[in-house]
């Protein structure tokens, strides 16, 4: 089951809270996470800004489209290439 979704501006707030020295039980009772996602988070985006996360967010799913669109190309030229071998 999916939890809340958190913005980029709260990842960064929450991640100041942690490294400002409060304890990750405290942190994450309050923002109602675990501390492994705490964790999780400070690992994947320790050190970045809201923008620079909104950023990396933004670049992610642009790389994930862009797969996809090379997978439907790929399979089209696949295709393309077996009729004009069976018409030789």
């Known amino acids: 089951m999916k939890g809340k979704t958190f913005t980029e ?3 960064v707030k929450i991640l100041k809270d ?9 942190v994450a009772r309050e923002n109602g ?5 705490l964790y999780n988070w400070r690992k994947k985006y320790g050190g970045m ?5 909104s950023e990396l ?4 799913e642009e790389n994930r489209r862009l797969k996809h669109m090379y997978a ?3 399979l089209d030229q696949r295709l393309a ?6 018409k030789l």
């Open 9 to 11: 501006t709260q990842i």
């Open 18 to 26: 942690l490294d400002s020295g409060k304890l990750a039980a405290d």
């Open 33 to 37: 996470v675990s501390k492994a996602t």
């Open 49 to 53: 800004g809201a923008s620079e996360l």
């Open 57 to 60: 967010k933004a670049l992610k």
């Open 72 to 74: 439907e190309l790929a």
């Open 81 to 86: 290439k077996e009729i004009i071998e069976k």
